[in-house]
């Protein structure tokens, strides 16, 4: 063996011994007597959307700390009057089933999925069309508007295609500071 992988070796040997026993002395406390183990610090919990989201402030999907039922009755009332739905008879289990709500600035937001909105998603930005938009300008050159089915439900832009290309028209929506359409989110109040 040459010398100077010997010296190599010898050197990572040592280097290993160092380190076993700087972790064995930091594994070991010196005085047992002055080790103490924090008791888990308790999270309250919520059953009130409206205390939660006070508590927690923004969020986009309740977390452990919300122990309610997943839709409550006040948040289908509140997304039913915000929406101007009051009387529209549809069945309350259905609501609940297609209804989200989260949390921004302490206050109760709430969409419901009606006809293809993308509650459970955040607002499209992009301002750079898609495949799929420039495959359907090619097939259809100078179509005033592409349909949602291709530019995607989350978009807040309208395109159309100039020839056979596809461009952005107009923002036709606004995206809240959490990132989500502000066309389909609703801010409600608590009930008094």
């Not at 700390?65 to 529209?88: C, H, M």
């Not at 300008?137 to 832009?157: E, L, R």
Request: overall charge neutral; some cysteine.
């Amino acid at each position: 063996m040459k010398k100077s992988s010997f010296k190599f070796l010898y050197a990572l040997a040592m280097l290993l011994a160092l380190a076993v026993t700087a972790c064995t002395a930091l594994a070991k406390p010196q005085n047992s007597s002055l080790v103490t183990v924090a008791p888990p610090v308790s999270q309250a919990t919520y059953t009130d959307p409206f205390a939660y989201c006070s508590a927690v402030g923004t969020i986009d999907r309740p977390d452990s700390r919300y122990t309610g039922v997943p839709v409550p009755d006040s948040i289908i009332q509140g997304y039913l009057k915000a929406a101007g739905l009051e009387n529209n008879g549809e069945p309350l289990e259905l609501l609940q089933k297609t209804t989200f709500w989260r949390c921004m600035d302490k206050n109760v937001f709430v969409c419901n999925i009606g006809a293809n909105l993308p509650c459970d998603s955040k607002a499209d930005t992009n301002k750079i069309p898609t495949q799929p938009m420039q495959d359907f300008c090619k097939a259809n050159p100078n179509a005033g508007s592409i349909p949602m089915s291709v530019t995607g439900h989350a978009t807040i832009y309208s395109w159309g295609c100039v020839n056979d290309v596809a461009k952005l028209l107009d923002q036709v929506d606004q995206v809240d500071a959490a990132g989500y359409s502000t066309r389909i989110w609703y801010k409600l109040q608590p009930n008094p």
